[in-house]
């Protein structure tokens, strides 16, 4: 019998105050903006299914990297210092941005419904308010001589 029976190695449970509280051990995971944005990938892989052939190999496969590339920056930021957290945070800024173009083409291709349209361009919002609140927040936490730099553009200050 193995000593490793009934437990799990992702998942650690705390007892406080009689409450049961779950903590992930990948810290990245309790984050809803990490959990908005593999959503969001999942929800792109199905929608894409439907591209013509030839757009798959083109369009879907480069609009998928760039909305995992949200939650992978995410992911490898948080294990960073706040600043280059912050760094990371404005890196998937960039793929939400880059989604945005892609949901675009799709659109301008006719390749997407008007009713993922909308709730890609949606998410996308969302996520952005959300990376930028999360910067302000980090950047706020941060001392002014330590901050990379300010808010550099107008998505920043959402």
């Keep these: 019998m193995s000593i490793f029976v009934g437990l799990n190695f992702t998942k650690k449970t705390i007892i406080m105050n009689e ?15 990490y ?35 949200i939650a992978l920056n995410i992911a490898e ?21 880059e989604c945005v173009v892609y949901t675009e083409l799709a659109t301008k291709l006719n390749i997407m419904t008007e009713e993922q349209i909308e709730y890609s361009r949606n998410q996308l919002m969302e996520l952005t308010k959300m990376i930028g609140s999360l910067v302000a927040s980090l950047q706020r936490s941060v001392p002014a001589n330590n901050k990379d730099e300010e808010y550099d553009d107008m998505d920043d200050m959402m």
């Design 19 to 33: 409450q049961e509280n779950t903590i992930s051990f990948f810290r990245f995971e309790d984050l809803r903006i």
């Design 35 to 69: 959990a908005k944005a593999i959503d969001y990938a999942i929800w792109l892989h199905e929608t894409v299914t439907s591209f013509p052939a030839d757009k798959k190999e083109t369009l879907a496969d480069m609009f998928i990297k760039s909305a995992q590339s």
């Design 77 to 97: 930021g948080s294990s960073r210092n706040k600043a280059q957290f912050v760094y990371y945070l404005k890196m998937a800024k960039s793929s939400v941005r």
